[in-house]
Every structure is written in C-alpha cells, then in structure tokens.
C-alpha cells in the first residue's frame, strides 16, 4: 500500500482513482497529477516504484488545499459566518440545513444528528 497525504491507497486500485480517494482531490486533479508524473490511466498502485510513488507524493504535496488543510479551511469558513453573524451561521449553530432546503417535511436527518460529535 502507498501512503500519500496521510491516506492508505489500496494496491489493486487504478493510480488515478486511489488518488480520488484523498480528501480534495477528485477527478481532474488526479488526472492532472498522473499526466505530470508521466503515468497512464491504467497503471495500478501495486506496479509502482518507490521513485514514482514519492513523485506522486511531491504532486500532492503541492496541491494547495488536501485533507486536513481542507478539513481545517472548511471550518475556519464556518466560524467565520458564525463570528459574523451571517444567517448561514446561524443556521450551523442551530444545526439546521443553511442551503435552503425546507424544513418542515425534510431535514430530519440534519435535525437529528448532533453533527459536532462526528469530529
């Protein structure tokens, strides 16, 4: 297994999408990151050398925002509208959905789930 930005990348996978498997990255980027390390779409994590995977890795690395930079980015953006006091915070803070979906019928899920447990 290769281990690239803090994520296992399982073997018998494609290279393309073990990468999709990375928090941040999804499709595109890891297409863009096998084109720049010279790799096809049908190489398989297993084949690889470990001069290719730590080439993949510096790809990665150089990607601005990937998991836990990500993770981190997302709720800093979180509190940011919460110290605001934009309505988009207020609705997180009540763990109500803030994209406008109804509430009456729907969201039950969202109302139910005490999502600052998760993390």
Same mark, same amino acid.
């Given at each position: ?9 399982? @073997?018998? =996978?494609?290279?393309?999408k073990a990468?999709? %498997? +990375? ?5 595109? /980027? *890891? ?35 990937? @998991?836990? =930079? ?6 800093? %953006? +979180? ?5 605001? /006091? *934009? ?33």
């Amino acid at each position: 297994m290769a281990y690239i930005a803090n994520v296992y990348l399982e @073997e018998r =996978k494609f290279v393309y999408k073990a990468l999709q %498997d +990375i928090r941040g990255i999804g499709e595109t /980027k *890891a297409q863009d990151v096998c084109a720049k390390c010279g790799l096809g779409l049908n190489v398989k994590i297993g084949s690889l050398t470990s001069k290719e995977i730590s080439l993949l890795a510096k790809e990665v690395d150089i990607i601005d925002k990937v @998991e836990t =930079k990500l993770t981190r980015k997302v709720q800093e %953006d +979180i509190k940011r509208l919460v110290r605001i /006091k *934009a309505y988009r915070g207020r609705r997180h803070t009540q763990n109500l959905p803030c994209r406008g979906q109804r509430t009456h019928r729907n969201a039950q899920t969202r109302k139910r789930f005490d999502w600052r447990s998760m993390g």
